[in-house]
Structure formats: structure tokens, C-alpha cells
């Protein structure tokens, strides 16, 4: 499974040549699913985000893809699964942290299963009561946080017309340098020819808040 995963994000952009060529226009639908489901549910963390617009938007250049119904469609799923994820944390409310609770609604396996952890949960509270409302905006650029943050504000019952407001800033900010950024980047022959080192590159980027909260943590921890 791991292993299927890295490939996934390593060769994101022959899979993807390989997903067009089998589906053709469908294409353009399970990537918006795809996107939905990184955005909008907290048992799907692992799926592709960054790298995945990157290799779309490069992609559209060479006529692969529409750029403008690319844009529109998953703009539109990133802001559709944040608002689905917020009214799952708002439905669930304080029962996501209570076990025997979140089992009894959902079942064991849900609570189980190894893409639920609470640690990330409690991170992404963390991120969101530091941050504030701009929290679902800067979750955006953060790998896991992205998918747990809007579950939090859901569940802290933020203001849904701020929630609003707020993901949709943060939903065309995040698909516009991605998306846009491949289309413009990702065809100059430096970045073809090595885009397996430009994955990577946008991966170790998009981890490295991730990183500075926990040297951050551990410094406060151990002063």
C-alpha cells in the first residue's frame, strides 16, 4: 500500500497521462472527485493535492486538458469538500475526540482504520486555535492539516459565513498557484524532463510547516 502511494506521487504525472488516456473527458471528473475527497474527508489525507494540480496544469498546456474547465471544476471541488468536511465536524461535534461516541455513530473500522488518527485531529485543532479563521486559508498549503482543519472549525462551530468566506480565499489562492504554476512551470524543459524531482520538491515544500510547528513544539516543550 505505501509503496503503491509514494508511486502515486513520484510518477503522479505519467499515472495522470495514463488516467486521460483510459477516460478521456471522465478525466476531468475523478480529478474533481479526487480533489473533493483530499479536501473533504479526514479518513483521506493520503490522496495527492499539491503535486496532483501541479501535474494537471502542466498537462493542460499540452492541450491534455482544458486549463479554464480544469480551473473551475476543481476550484469548485476544493471549496465543495471543505464545506462537506465542515458540516461533518459540525454533525459530529465533540464525538470525534469521545471514542466510545465516534464508534457508536460510525463503527469500529471507521475509528480504526490507519488514515483516522486523532493525533492529526489534535494538530489541526492546535493549527486552528493558533491561527484562527486564516487557519482555514494557511491549511490549505499544509498536507493533512488541509484535510483535518475545516473537520475542526466544523467542530468548534466557527461562524459558517466567515467559514465561507474564508474557504473560499483559501480554495482559489491554493488551486490558482498550483494549477496555474504547473501550466506555466511545469512544460520548461528542466522541469519536464526531471518532474519526478519537481514532485518531490513541491512535496518536502508543502511539509515544511508541518516541520517548523513541530521543532517549534519541541522547543516550547523543552526549553
Request: without cysteine.
Amino acid at each position: 500500500m505505501l509503496r503503491s502511494i509514494i508511486d502515486l506521487f513520484l510518477h503522479i504525472d505519467k499515472n495522470l497521462v495514463y488516467l486521460i488516456n483510459q477516460f478521456g473527458v471522465f478525466s476531468y471528473a475523478i480529478l474533481f472527485l479526487v480533489i473533493f475527497m483530499e479536501t473533504g474527508f479526514v479518513v483521506t489525507p493520503f490522496l495527492p493535492g499539491d503535486s496532483l494540480l501541479f501535474a494537471a496544469g502542466a498537462l493542460a498546456t499540452k492541450g491534455a486538458l482544458n486549463i479554464w474547465v480544469l480551473y473551475i471544476l476543481i476550484v469548485l471541488a476544493a471549496f465543495l469538500g471543505d464545506t462537506a468536511n465542515y458540516w461533518i465536524g459540525h454533525f459530529i461535534g465533540p464525538k470525534a475526540f469521545d471514542k466510545e461516541a465516534f464508534i457508536k455513530l460510525f463503527g469500529k473500522k471507521i475509528y480504526l482504520h490507519k488514515n483516522f488518527k486523532e493525533k492529526y485531529l489534535k494538530k489541526a485543532e492546535a493549527f486552528y486555535e493558533k491561527h484562527g479563521g486564516k487557519a482555514i486559508i494557511l491549511s490549505r498549503f499544509v498536507p493533512i492539516v488541509r484535510t483535518f482543519a475545516p473537520f475542526v472549525a466544523g467542530i468548534g462551530k466557527m461562524d459558517y459565513g466567515k467559514f465561507i468566506s474564508y474557504n473560499i480565499i483559501g480554495g482559489v489562492v491554493w488551486v490558482t498557484l498550483f494549477l496555474w504554476g504547473g501550466y506555466f512551470f511545469g512544460t520548461i524543459p528542466i522541469v519536464e524532463n526531471n518532474f519526478h524531482y519537481v514532485v518531490v520538491l513541491i512535496v518536502l515544500i508543502s511539509v515544511v510547516p508541518i516541520l517548523y510547528e513541530w521543532l517549534k513544539s519541541r522547543k516550547e516543550a523543552n526549553p
